[in-house]
C-alpha cells in the first residue's frame, strides 16, 4: 500500500517533534541568557590564547553542591612556541585535600628543564565527581596540543560522590554519568539539574551531615564496584590519551586525626575524637593511654581509636615498628576514609604500563624518607594538606618525572 506524502510527513513530523521540542528549548533559553557554558577553554578575542572557564567545573557536579569556586586563571598561546611541552596537571577532590589552595595557586609552576626546554604547566584543579570526570577531562585536551598529562586522583568514587548529585542518587554506573555530563552542555538539563530536581531534596546536597552516608566500607559490595569503575576510567584514561599520562600515588599522612569508627565509638564526633586523643597523649604522666585503653575500657578493642591510642603508647616509648602497626591497622579500621585506597596503587602500577605512561610513586618516597615510618607526617601541616616541606617534595618529584621522560624520549 502506497503511503501519502501527507501520512509520511505526519510520521516524521511526530517521530522527530521531541528532538524540534529540545532544540527550540534549548535555542529559547540561550536567547533568554538561561543556563552556561561548560567548554574547557574559551578563545580570547584576539583569537591568540585560550582562557580556561572559570564555571567549567560545573559540567561534573550539580551547582548547588559548590556553586562559586575561586579558579585559577589559566591562559596559554593556542600557537606552541619552539622548545616548549604544554604539560596539563589534573586532579580531583584528593588533589585539593593535598592543596587547599589549588583553585587559586600554580602547584607546578612552568619551568627550563636542563635542556632548557619550557615546561608550560596547566593546572586544573576542582572538586570534580570522581575518576570519570578526569578521564572525560583527558579525552579533551588532545584538542589542546598537549605533550603530557600529570594525573592526581584518590579515587573519589570511595567517599560516595558518584551518588552526590541529590536527583542522581539511583545513578550508580558511568553510563548515566556519560549521559549526565554529554546533556549538561545544553541549558535545558541545567535547569532541569539546578531547579526542578534539586528542589525535591534541599537536604540531600553534599556532603551529607552524617559522614557514613558518603562512606564505601572497605570490601563491601559497593567498594568492588567502584574499584571497578576506577579501573573502567584509568583505561579509558590510556586508552584515550595520545600523549603520555603520569599517573601520580598520592602520598598519605599515617598519623591522621582518629576520625569516626565503623564500630563501636559511632557515639562520638571525629572532632571530639581528636581532642581526647590530644589530651590523652598531653597528661600521659598522670594517667596512662595503657590504663585508659586497659583498665577503663574506653574503647572496644575493635575500634579504629583502639588501634590510634595502641600506636601513640608505642611511639611515646620509641617502639616504632609496633607503632606504624597499630597506625595502619588504625587507617584500616577508619570509617572516614580520605585516602587513597589500598587497591587503587595496584591499577595504577597495571596502567602505568600501558601506552608508554609514568609512575609518580611519591607515596613510596615520602615513605622512604620518613624515619622508621611514622615522621612522615613532616610533610603534612594536618591530616589530609601538605606543608611548605611537602609540597617542595611533591613538586620536585613532578619535576623529576617530566624532565626524564623527555631526556630519555628524545
Avoid at 591568540?48 to 596559554?76: T, V
Avoid at 593535598?98 to 636542563?114: K, S, T, V
Wanted: hydrophobic residues 40%; charged residues 25%.
Amino acid at each position: 500500500m502506497k503511503t501519502s506524502f501527507r501520512r509520511f510527513a505526519y510520521n516524521i513530523f511526530f517521530r522527530l517533534s521531541p528532538l524540534l521540542i529540545l532544540l527550540l528549548l534549548e535555542l529559547s533559553l540561550r536567547f533568554l541568557g538561561v543556563g552556561e557554558s561548560y567548554v574547557l577553554f574559551n578563545v580570547s578575542a584576539d583569537k591568540q590564547d585560550y582562557e580556561l572557564n572559570p564555571k567549567y567545573y560545573r559540567r561534573f557536579i550539580s551547582a548547588e553542591q559548590f556553586p562559586d569556586l575561586d579558579i585559577l586563571h589559566q591562559r596559554f598561546p593556542v600557537s606552541k612556541a619552539e622548545h616548549t611541552k604544554r604539560i596539563f596537571l589534573i586532579g580531583d577532590q584528593s588533589f585539593c585535600s593535598l592543596f587547599p589552595d589549588a583553585n587559586r595557586e600554580q602547584i607546578l609552576p612552568g619551568f627550563y628543564g636542563p635542556d632548557s626546554t619550557y615546561y608550560d604547566v596547566v593546572q586544573l584543579a576542582a572538586p570534580l565527581s570522581n575518576s570519570f570526570a578526569l578521564a572525560h577531562l583527558v579525552g579533551k585536551l588532545s584538542g589542546y596540543d598537549a605533550d603530557a598529562c600529570i594525573v592526581l586522583s584518590g579515587a573519589a568514587e570511595f567517599y560516595g560522590l558518584p551518588q552526590k548529585s541529590s536527583w542522581m542518587q539511583d545513578i550508580h554506573n558511568y553510563w548515566g554519568l556519560s549521559a549526565y555530563v554529554t546533556l549538561k552542555a545544553h541549558r535545558f538539563l541545567q535547569v532541569l539539574d539546578r531547579f526542578v530536581y534539586l528542589k525535591r531534596d534541599r537536604d540531600g546536597v553534599f556532603p551529607p551531615a552524617d559522614i557514613d552516608q558518603w562512606t564505601v566500607p572497605a570490601g563491601s559490595g559497593q567498594y568492588r564496584e567502584s574499584l571497578d569503575f576506577y579501573e573502567r576510567n584509568l583505561k579509558r584514561m590510556t586508552g584515550n590519551a595520545d600523549f603520555p599520562l603520569f599517573f601520580v600515588n598520592l602520598p598519605v599522612n599515617i598519623k591522621v586525626h582518629p576520625y569516626r569508627s565503623n564500630f563501636n565509638d559511632t557515639e562520638m564526633k571525629d572532632a571530639a575524637i581528636a581532642k581526647e586523643c590530644a589530651v590523652l597523649v598531653d597528661n600521659a604522666d598522670r594517667f596512662s593511654l595503657d590504663r585508659w585503653i586497659g583498665e577503663l575500657g574506653a574503647w572496644e578493642p575493635e575500634t579504629a581509636i583502639y588501634y590510634y591510642c595502641l600506636a601513640m603508647i608505642n611511639e611515646r616509648r620509641g617502639e616504632k615498628e609496633a607503632a606504624v602497626k597499630h597506625y595502619e591497622e588504625a587507617l584500616r579500621r577508619d570509617g572516614f576514609r580520605v585516602r587513597p585506597q589500598p587497591g587503587t596503587d595496584r591499577l595504577l602500577r597495571e596502567y602505568t604500563a600501558l601506552n608508554g605512561n609514568v609512575s609518580v610513586d611519591v607515596r613510596a618516597e615520602a615513605k622512604a624518607a620518613a624515619s622508621g615510618g611514622l615522621t612522615v607526617n613532616r610533610f603534612f601541616q594536618n591530616g589530609t594538606a601538605l606543608n611548605e616541606r611537602g609540597k617542595t617534595f611533591f613538586t620536585d618529584m613532578l619535576r623529576t618525572a617530566l624532565t626524564e621522560y623527555y631526556h630519555k624520549s628524545e
